[in-house]
C-alpha cells in the first residue's frame, strides 16, 4: 500500500516535471550583437464567439509579416540593419484564462520582442496587467475598453481602433444637427449590453441629453449580447414612433436586426447600425443590398479613399488578402485593416526605436503620434494610450450597395436621405 | 498517526512545496498559478461531487461569486486583500445557501439546474442596470491591490487548507458517514446519519473553497470582466481533471490536473493551430479508453490511492 | 404589443422545439447529454449553407437530404461511443465529459473548414415579407420553420406510437433493464434514436440562418443553454413534452424583450429552476426524484 501511494505521488511529480520541460522553449541564445530575429509575440481565437473579430487581425499580421520578410526583415533602427521578423501566436480559444497564460508564456518563456495581445475587450483584459507587471509594453490592436487606458499606466497603446467613449462623437454630432435638421428628432437606442456597444450608447445618450439638445430619447434598452431575434422589439420601437433608429450591436446583432428589419410591416424614417461600415462584406454577405439600402452607419477606411504615406491602400489590401486567404471563411473587413495597422505600426517601432527596451519602444510608439499616416488615417494617441486620431464619419448606403460620406460636412460626399414612412 | 494527517504530509505537503519551490525555476508563474487554481478548485468539486455523488455542473457559478466577491469588497469597501479574500469565500457560502434547494434534484437534473444558476448569477452581475454597483458588462480593474507574489503565497495556503479538509474527508468520521450515504442513501439513513444535513455541509464547503478560489483569482488576475469569472469551461476542466485522475481520492484530481492541465497547455504551446482538436480528441479518447480514471489504473491493481 | 408576444412566442417557441426534440429523445432513450447537439445543430445548418450556395438547393429541399445524411451518421458514431459509455460507472455524468470531447472536436474541425466569419442564406430563399395572422404580422421563416418543427414532432410521433420499433424505443425509454431483460436489442433501437436524434438536431440547423440571422462555427454553445431549459422545462426524457417546453420558452423570451428586454436571457434560466424546484420532472413528467 505503501509503495503504491509514493508511486502514484511520484508517476504525477514525473509528469509534471516533463510537461514543464517540453512547455518551456530552448533556452534564448546569448546577448549579442543584432539578434537574429525580432520576435513578436500574439494571440488569436481560432474558435469560440471572438474568432469572427479575432482572425481577420491574425490574418493581415501575418500577412505584414512574410511580407516584410520576403524583403529581407524589418529595418530596425536599433542595430541599423534588416532583421527577420518571427510571429509567435497562439490559439487562446476565446477563453481569458487560457490567453492569460499564454500571453505570460510570450513574456516570460518566448521572452518575445513585442507584445501583441487578443483582439476584442474580453481577451484585451487579462494581458493589460500581466504587461505591466512584466514591463512589457503592450500593443493592443483593436480592445477598445475605457478600462484599459490609465495616466499610471504607461505600457498600452490601442492602435487601430478610435476609444469607445470617444469612437461616436460624430454620431451624436450627426443627430442633433443635420439628422434633427431633417426631422429626425425622436430618437430609439437599442444597444447590446457588453463593454463595446454599451460603453458607446451610454456616451450618445449623455450627449442627446445635454441642455439644449434637439433630439429626444424615446426608446433606450439593452438587450443581451446573444440577442439573435429582433422581430418583438422592432414592433415594441415602433410603438414609440420614433424617427431614427440606432441599433448597436456586434456582428451577428446587426444582421440578426437589419434581417429581420426585412421582414417587417414597420419601415422607420432611418437606420443606424454599427457594423455595415465596420465588416462590409459579412454584412453584405448576409443581409443583402437591398436589406442594406439607406441604412446609416460608421464610414471606415473601408469607406473611404485616404492615401496612406505608409503601407498598402484599402484596394492593395483587400487583394492581397484575398489572394493569400480568400475563399478561407475569413472575410475582409475592418479587423483584417486593423491587423495591417498593427504591423505597420511595429515596422514604424522598430525604425524609430533607439533599443529594443520596452522604454525605448514605448516612447518611439508615442513618437509616431500625429506623424503616422496610414490607410485608416492619421495615428494619434492620447497621454494614457487611448486611440484618438482615427475618424469614424457617418456614412449611408445608396439603393446600388455603395456607402457614400454624409457627416461631418468636409468629407462628406452625399446628402443623407430619409426612407419615405 | 492519524490517517488523514498521514495522507497530508505524503501528499498534500509535498504538492504544495512543489508549487511553493517551482516558481523558482520556471517564470511563467500565472501558469503555475492557474495550476494551483486548478488543484483548489478540482479538491472542491471532489468535497461535493467525490464524497456525494452531486456533480454540479455550474461549479463556475461559485468560482465567479468569489471573484465578484472579491472585486466587491476592493471596489465599495475599500476592503485589504486578505479581508476581501474571507468575503469572497463568504459569497460563495451564500450562493450555496441559496442554491440549496437544488440538492433535491437527482443526476442530470441537478446538473443542468446548477448549469442554470450559475448562468444566472453571471447574468444578474452582468446586467447593465447593476454597473453602478458591479461594473455590469463594463468589467473590474483591481490595480490597487494588484500583487501576484502576494496572491500566489495565499492560493498555496488556500491550497494547503483544501488538500487538508479532503484529507480529514476521506478518513474522519464526517466524511464516512457521507460516503456511505452516496452510496447506500436509504441504509444510511437508517443507520442513523442525518442526510440532508451532511449533503449540505459538503455542498458549502465545496461552495466555499470555490468562493476563495475565485477570491484569489480576482485578485491574482485583477482585470477581468465577467465572462472570465464565469468561463464555463473552468467548470468544464475541472469536472473533466477530477473524473479522469479519480474522484474521492486525494490524489486522483491532483493527478487529473497535473496530467490533463499540463497536457493542455503543452498542445496549446506547441500546436496552437490544432489546440482544440487535439485537447478534445485526447477528452473522447480517456472517456473511452479510461472511464474510471487515472486511479482505476492503479486500485484495479490492488493498490491503493489515498 | 400583449397579443403579438404572445403569438410571436407561439410560432418561433415551435422552432425551439424543434431544437430540443432531439436532445431529449436521446437522453430518453439512452439517459446520456448530448452536449454536442448545439454543435451538430451547426453542422446542418453549414450544410444547409452550402447546398444553398454551392448545389442552389432551396433549404425546403435540402433538408430531407439532411435529415437522411444525419440520420446514417448518427448510426455508426452511436456504435462507436455509446456502448461504451454506457459501461462506465457513472455513464450520466461521464456523458456530459464525452460529448464536451466530441464538441470541441466538431467545433474546432469546422472553424478550420468554415472559418469563422459569420453567414446566411439570403431571406428571400423562405420569402421575404410578414405573415399576418389574426392582425399581427410575422415573420415568413418563423412561420415556416414552425410548420417544419410541427411536422417533425409529429413524425416522431408516429413513430412512437405507431410503428413497432417505436414501441420497443419506447419500452427502453421506461426500462433499460426490463426491456434488455425481456429480448429487445436495445442497442439497435438506441442507435436509430440516436440518429434521429442527430437528423433532428440537422433539421433545425436548416432553419438556423434564418431563425438567428447568422451562423459561426462557435454558435453550438448558445444553442446548447436553449435547448436545455427547452427540454427541463418540458420534461427530460419525453420527447412530446419538448413542444411544452419550446412554447413556454418562446412565449417566455419574448415577453421578456417586451416589457424587460435587457434581462431577457436571464428568464430561460429561471423557468428552467422553477420548474425543476416545484415539479422536479418536468411539467408532464413522472416522479424521477431521487433523493
Redesign the interface.
Known amino acids: 500500500m505503501n509503495q503504491g501511494r509514493r508511486r502514484g505521488f511520484l508517476n504525477a511529480l514525473l509528469m509534471l516535471l516533463i510537461t514543464l520541460a517540453i512547455a518551456s522553449p530552448i533556452a534564448a541564445g546569448a546577448e549579442g550583437a543584432a539578434p537574429a530575429e525580432i520576435k513578436i509575440g500574439h494571440l488569436h481565437a481560432a474558435s469560440g464567439p471572438y474568432a469572427s473579430i479575432s482572425m481577420p487581425v491574425y490574418d493581415t499580421l501575418k500577412l505584414w509579416v512574410d511580407q516584410q520578410n520576403a524583403a529581407g526583415g524589418a529595418f530596425v533602427k536599433a542595430f541599423n540593419k534588416k532583421i527577420p521578423l518571427k510571429l509567435i501566436s497562439y490559439d487562446d480559444q476565446s477563453n481569458p484564462g487560457t490567453a492569460a497564460i499564454l500571453i505570460n508564456q510570450l513574456i516570460t518563456q518566448d521572452k518575445v520582442d513585442l507584445l501583441v495581445c487578443d483582439s476584442g475587450s474580453v481577451l484585451t483584459a487579462v494581458a493589460v496587467p500581466i504587461a505591466r507587471e512584466h514591463k512589457m509594453f503592450l500593443f493592443d490592436p483593436t480592445g477598445t475598453g475605457a478600462a484599459f487606458f490609465s495616466k499610471d499606466n504607461p505600457y498600452i497603446a490601442l492602435l487601430a481602433d478610435p476609444v469607445s467613449t470617444v469612437w461616436p462623437r460624430y454620431l451624436w454630432e450627426f443627430l442633433k444637427s443635420d439628422a434633427a435638421a431633417l426631422g429626425l428628432k425622436r430618437v430609439a437606442i437599442l444597444y447590446a449590453t457588453n463593454d463595446f456597444t454599451g460603453t458607446q450608447a451610454s456616451a450618445i445618450r449623455a450627449a442627446l441629453k445635454e441642455a439644449g439638445s434637439p433630439s429626444e430619447i424615446v426608446f433606450d434598452q439593452g438587450v443581451p449580447t446573444s440577442t439573435s431575434n429582433y422581430s418583438v422589439l422592432i414592433d415594441n420601437i415602433a410603438a414609440t414612433n420614433p424617427d431614427i433608429v440606432l441599433e448597436l450591436g456586434y456582428v451577428g446583432n446587426d444582421i440578426a436586426f437589419l434581417r429581420n428589419l426585412q421582414d417587417q410591416d414597420h419601415k422607420f424614417k432611418a437606420v443606424f447600425t454599427l457594423y455595415p461600415g465596420i465588416e462590409t462584406n459579412v454584412l453584405m454577405k448576409n443581409v443583402g443590398a437591398q436589406g442594406l439600402a439607406g441604412v446609416f452607419t460608421y464610414v471606415t477606411a473601408l469607406g473611404l479613399t485616404l492615401k496612406p504615406e505608409i503601407g498598402m491602400t484599402v484596394e492593395e489590401l483587400r487583394a492581397a488578402f484575398e489572394k493569400a486567404y480568400g475563399g478561407g471563411g475569413v472575410e475582409f473587413g475592418w479587423n483584417a485593416i486593423a491587423g495591417h495597422v498593427t504591423g505597420l505600426v511595429i515596422g514604424e517601432t522598430l525604425a524609430h526605436a533607439d533599443s529594443l527596451s520596452q522604454a525605448d519602444l514605448r516612447q518611439a510608439v508615442f513618437g509616431l503620434s500625429g506623424k503616422l499616416k496610414t490607410l485608416v488615417g492619421t495615428f494619434e494617441l492620447r497621454e494614457d494610450g487611448a486611440q484618438i486620431g482615427e475618424l469614424t464619419p457617418i456614412g449611408q448606403f445608396g439603393p446600388d450597395g455603395k456607402l457614400a460620406v454624409v457627416y461631418p460636412h468636409e468629407f462628406a460626399t452625399a446628402k443623407p436621405k430619409i426612407n419615405a414612412p | 498517526m492519524p490517517r488523514a494527517a498521514r495522507d497530508f504530509l505524503?501528499?498534500g505537503v509535498?504538492v504544495v512545496l512543489?508549487f511553493a519551490l517551482?516558481p523558482l525555476f520556471?517564470?511563467?508563474?500565472?501558469?503555475l498559478f492557474?495550476f494551483v487554481l486548478f488543484l483548489i478548485l478540482t479538491q472542491g468539486l471532489n468535497a461535493v461531487y467525490g464524497f456525494t455523488?452531486y456533480?454540479p455542473?455550474g461549479y463556475v457559478g461559485f468560482f465567479g461569486a468569489g471573484a465578484y466577491g472579491f472585486a466587491l469588497a476592493v471596489m465599495h469597501l475599500a476592503a485589504p486583500p486578505l479581508l476581501a479574500l474571507l468575503l469572497a469565500g463568504l459569497a460563495g457560502v451564500v450562493l450555496g445557501l441559496i442554491l440549496t434547494?437544488?440538492?433535491?434534484?437527482?443526476?442530470?437534473?441537478f446538473?443542468?439546474?446548477n448549469?442554470?444558476?450559475a448562468?444566472?448569477v453571471y447574468?444578474?452581475i452582468?446586467?447593465?442596470?447593476l454597473a453602478d454597483i458591479t461594473k455590469?458588462?463594463?468589467?473590474?480593474?483591481l490595480?490597487s491591490v494588484?500583487a501576484?507574489r502576494a496572491s500566489y503565497a495565499v492560493a498555496l495556503v488556500i491550497l494547503a487548507f483544501v488538500l487538508g479538509l479532503v484529507a480529514w474527508l476521506r478518513h474522519g468520521r464526517f466524511g464516512l458517514a457521507l460516503q456511505a450515504m452516496r452510496d447506500d442513501?436509504v441504509s444510511a439513513a437508517m443507520a442513523g446519519i442525518p442526510v440532508l444535513r451532511g449533503r449540505v455541509v459538503a455542498w458549502l464547503l465545496s461552495a466555499l473553497i470555490a468562493g476563495l478560489a475565485g477570491g484569489v483569482f480576482a485578485w491574482h488576475?485583477?482585470?477581468?470582466?465577467p465572462?472570465?469569472a464565469f468561463?464555463?469551461?473552468?467548470s468544464?476542466f475541472a469536472?473533466?481533471f477530477t473524473?479522469f485522475g479519480g474522484a474521492a481520492t486525494l490524489?486522483g484530481p491532483?493527478?487529473g490536473v497535473?496530467?490533463l492541465y499540463?497536457?493542455y497547455?503543452?498542445i496549446?504551446?506547441?500546436v496552437?493551430?490544432?489546440?482544440?482538436?487535439i485537447?478534445?480528441?485526447?477528452?473522447?479518447g480517456l472517456?473511452?479508453f479510461l472511464?474510471?480514471g487515472f486511479a482505476s489504473l492503479?486500485s484495479r491493481r490492488g493498490?491503493?490511492?489515498? | 404589443m400583449l397579443l403579438h408576444a404572445l403569438l410571436g412566442g407561439v410560432v418561433f417557441g415551435c422552432y425551439f422545439t424543434l431544437i430540443g426534440l432531439g436532445l431529449n429523445l436521446v437522453f430518453g432513450v439512452m439517459r446520456i447529454v448530448n452536449l454536442a447537439h448545439g454543435d451538430v445543430l451547426m453542422l446542418g445548418s453549414f450544410a444547409a449553407y452550402f447546398l444553398f450556395h454551392l448545389a442552389a438547393l432551396s433549404p425546403l429541399s435540402a433538408a430531407p437530404l439532411i435529415v437522411i445524411g444525419f440520420f446514417l451518421l448518427g448510426l455508426p458514431f452511436y456504435y462507436l461511443v455509446v456502448p461504451r459509455l454506457a459501461a462506465s460507472r457513472d455513464a450520466e455524468m461521464l456523458s456530459f465529459i464525452l460529448f464536451f470531447g466530441v464538441q470541441q472536436i466538431i467545433e474546432a474541425l469546422a472553424a478550420i473548414a468554415f472559418g469563422s466569419s459569420e453567414r446566411s442564406i439570403p431571406a428571400r430563399v423562405l420569402g421575404i415579407g410578414a405573415v399576418h395572422l389574426w392582425g399581427q404580422s410575422l415573420p415568413r421563416a418563423w412561420v415556416i420553420s414552425a410548420l417544419v418543427a410541427l411536422a417533425a414532432v409529429l413524425a416522431l410521433y408516429l413513430y412512437l406510437y405507431h410503428t413497432r420499433l417505436g414501441l420497443l424505443t419506447r419500452a427502453v425509454m421506461a426500462s433499460r433493464e426490463e426491456a434488455r431483460a425481456s429480448g429487445i436489442d436495445i442497442h439497435r433501437v438506441s442507435a436509430i434514436a440516436f440518429g434521429i436524434g442527430l437528423a433532428l438536431a440537422g433539421l433545425a440547423g436548416v432553419f438556423a440562418p434564418f431563425m438567428l440571422g447568422s451562423i459561426t462555427p462557435a454558435m453550438g454553445s448558445t444553442i446548447n443553454l436553449a435547448a436545455f431549459a427547452v427540454i427541463v422545462v418540458g420534461t427530460l426524457g419525453n420527447p412530446l413534452g419538448t413542444v411544452l417546453g419550446g412554447l413556454v420558452y418562446g412565449v417566455g423570451l419574448l415577453m421578456m424583450q417586451t416589457y424587460l428586454s435587457a434581462w431577457a436571457d436571464l428568464l430561460p434560466n429561471l423557468l428552467l429552476i422553477l420548474v425543476l424546484l416545484v415539479r422536479p420532472s418536468g411539467l408532464l413528467g413522472r416522479r424521477v426524484r431521487l433523493a
Open positions: 505524503r501528499v509535498p512543489l517551482l520556471y517564470q511563467n508563474e500565472l501558469l492557474n455523488g456533480l455542473f434547494p437544488l440538492l433535491r434534484l437527482s443526476g442530470a437534473y446538473a443542468i439546474a448549469l442554470a444558476a448562468q444566472m447574468q444578474i452582468a446586467n447593465p442596470a455590469g458588462p463594463y468589467g473590474v480593474s490595480a494588484f501576484p442513501p488576475i485583477s482585470v477581468f470582466y465572462e472570465t468561463d464555463i469551461s473552468i468544464i469536472i473533466v473524473l490524489t491532483i493527478a497535473l496530467v499540463g497536457l497547455n503543452v496549446g504551446i506547441s496552437p493551430q490544432y489546440f482544440q482538436l485537447y478534445g480528441a485526447l477528452i473522447v472517456v473511452l472511464p474510471r492503479l493498490i491503493d490511492v489515498p
